[in-house]
């Protein structure tokens, strides 16, 4: 028995990385490719988009960060990194409501 094709819905062109962002979080991938013809990719020289900078913060802060960053197994960094993502997230969020 052949398995039924299903009919791909045609992908809108975006003006910009934020209108795209906003139709993939409501939108299901699926619906637009076909995953069976998916190509796995590897790009070994990509370079990070980080930028290092220096942030001074109290002790106790630090200290915190850090027991709370051996409770969830990971990197203080990263944690921090986490932590203003969220904030971050957070404000757009209520900019956007506005």
Do not use: C
């Amino acid at each position: 028995m052949k398995k039924k094709q299903k009919k791909l819905r045609k992908l809108p062109v975006f003006k910009n990385e934020d209108e795209e962002r906003d139709f993939w979080s409501t939108h299901s991938l699926v619906d637009y490719f076909d995953m069976g013809h998916a190509v796995k990719m590897s790009f070994p020289n990509l370079k990070l988009s980080t930028k290092t900078i220096s942030i001074r913060l109290p002790e106790w802060m630090i200290d915190n960060i850090k027991m709370e960053a051996n409770k969830n197994d990971m990197p203080y960094q990263s944690l921090i990194k986490v932590y203003l993502a969220d904030r971050l997230s957070d404000i757009k969020g209520k900019y956007k409501a506005k």
